[in-house]
């Protein structure tokens, strides 16, 4: 096997699932498999950013409920967000009594919590991890953006940032879905400096990460029933394909992106959804049940993530990008 | 690779990327702003009218008592969670007239409440409407400057 892929010869398992989803992100293709359908995006908080916290905790929680294990059975919680210090993540660790890891990854952070997870428990370090992340559109938007009620036009290269959170318990053994293989990304940097552009950003960095997955398990595009980004959004996808045809590989045929799919009606959404719970919700909901149902047999999870701060953008700085990817199959 | 090395950066990438642009809707932006920022002013011009008939104003206080209502409808509306809305379509017409100016301090001041009225709410307000200010206020004193100047060698 190649320098930056893992495969993993215990082959971890992903047992369950848990997953919370916003009232605009329900009404799409993950309404029907969601846990939980938050019909108020506060989530009966004051702030949004406690909202976004006790989501990551009730996906936490429920992918323990569902995985019939106990809370005091999980070894280890993997997790991040894309607030800053990842509040969310850390906060929401407070109300568990078992380690925790912080990873960022903005919004490649979902593969990036199961590739590590998935590492440690086939080192056998630990039995049961806890993986998940989450975003919310509405501490997103006032992170990186302007204020909420602030009437500015948003252009049409702009996506969406999900709100939503979903996390997955992953152990040594129990059920016949695999974490089976791991490539770590390498952080890539085309010169995009168009903040409101991150699809081109970020597709170079899933490409780049898709070839060296497939040239490094020396397999080809087709092995994998569907190839799945994370939050290119439509003009992104399109990139991908793009990029990847140039090199002689054709993904063409089995590419999804969760971010063009998560939302059914464009309005304000343009290129689709975008932040680390849009990869979280449409895995652990959707795919996960795919997956389960033997409808889908092999997965390429590739979760993408703009490596910008507000202050890197501010000072002309163009956008790090970087792509994890995970290999997910049945047997 | 940071912004200082950007000539080691994909020209080609970026072009490419250029090409996918959606075109600028211009007719149809322009239209919308022209109507919307048109209204407004037609609401100030009506506000100015009743004031000086029912009230008797004249002048700056005229002027004056115009903007203070224009200022409570954006300000009034930003909190009702109408006016990013208008914005959203009418783009630059409901950003320039003083009710967007309004909406650009009531706004943050609405979103950083929650970390207090010191800190939050009152430090964060000109968080959008800072510039505007500093640099009109730049704007005029320099204006005010040239304008003494020239009216010393008898220009103006």
């Given at each position: ?188 940097d085309?010169g995009?400096t ?118 890197s953008s501010?000072q002309g700085e163009s956008i790090p ?11 | 690779m940071t912004g200082k090395h950007k000539e080691n950066f ?147």
């Amino acid at each position: 096997m190649g320098l930056h892929t893992v495969t993993f010869k215990n082959k971890p398992c992903i047992i369950s699932t848990g997953t919370i989803a916003g009232p605009k992100e329900v009404q799409g293709i993950i309404g029907k498999y969601v846990d939980m359908a938050l019909q108020d995006d506060t989530f009966g908080e004051d702030t949004y950013e406690k909202a976004e916290c006790k989501m990551l905790s009730y996906a936490i929680n429920r992918a323990i409920e569902n995985s019939k294990f106990k809370r005091a059975d999980i070894d280890l919680m993997v997790s991040g967000d894309l607030l800053n210090q990842i509040i969310s993540a850390s906060f929401a660790a407070r109300d568990f009594d078992f380690p925790f890891v912080g990873v960022y990854g903005a919004c490649s952070t979902m593969s990036e919590a199961f590739a590590l997870s998935a590492a440690l428990i086939d080192a056998g370090y630990f039995k049961r991890i806890v993986a998940a992340t989450g975003s919310h559109f509405s501490s997103a938007e006032r992170q990186y953006r302007y204020p909420l009620e602030q009437g500015t036009t948003r252009p049409p290269q702009s996506q969406w940032t999900v709100t939503a959170a979903g996390g997955a318990v992953i152990a040594d053994k129990g059920s016949n879905i695999h974490i089976t293989s791991a490539t770590f990304g390498k952080v890539v940097d085309f010169g995009v400096t168009d903040v409101n552009n991150m699809g081109a950003a970020m597709a170079p960095a899933a490409c780049s990460t898709i070839l060296r997955h497939l040239q490094e398990r020396k397999i080809e595009p087709e092995y994998y029933d569907l190839i799945v980004t994370g939050d290119l959004g439509a003009l992104g996808s399109r990139i991908v394909k793009d990029l990847t045809w140039e090199k002689g590989v054709d993904i063409s045929a089995n590419h999804i992106d969760c971010g063009e799919i998560i939302y059914k009606v464009i309005e304000d959404e343009f290129q689709g959804g975008s932040g680390a719970g849009c990869s979280a919700v449409v895995f652990n909901s959707y795919l996960h049940n795919e997956l389960k149902s033997g409808k889908l047999k092999k997965i390429l999870l590739v979760a993408t993530g703009a490596l910008l701060s507000t202050v890197s953008s501010g000072q002309g700085e163009s956008i790090p990008c970087i792509a994890h990817a995970v290999s997910i199959e049945r047997e | 690779m940071t912004g200082k090395h950007k000539e080691n950066f994909n020209q080609n990438y970026l072009n490419y990327v250029n090409s996918f642009d959606p075109p600028t809707k211009h007719f149809k932006n322009c239209f919308r702003a022209f109507m919307v920022g048109g209204l407004i002013c037609c609401i100030g011009q009506f506000l100015r009218y009743m004031l000086e008939r029912l009230f008797g104003l004249s002048g700056d206080v005229l002027a004056g008592t115009v903007s203070i209502f224009l200022i409570f409808l954006g300000t009034f509306l930003t909190g009702l969670g109408v006016y990013d809305r208008i914005g959203r379509n009418a783009g630059a017409g409901s950003i320039v007239p003083i009710t967007g100016f309004a909406n650009s301090v009531a706004s943050p001041a609405m979103e950083f409440k929650t970390e207090g009225f010191i800190y939050g709410l009152a430090a964060k307000m000109f968080i959008v409407a800072g510039p505007i200010i500093v640099y009109g206020v730049l704007v005029g004193a320099t204006t005010g400057i040239v304008y003494y100047i020239l009216g010393l060698f008898g220009v103006v």
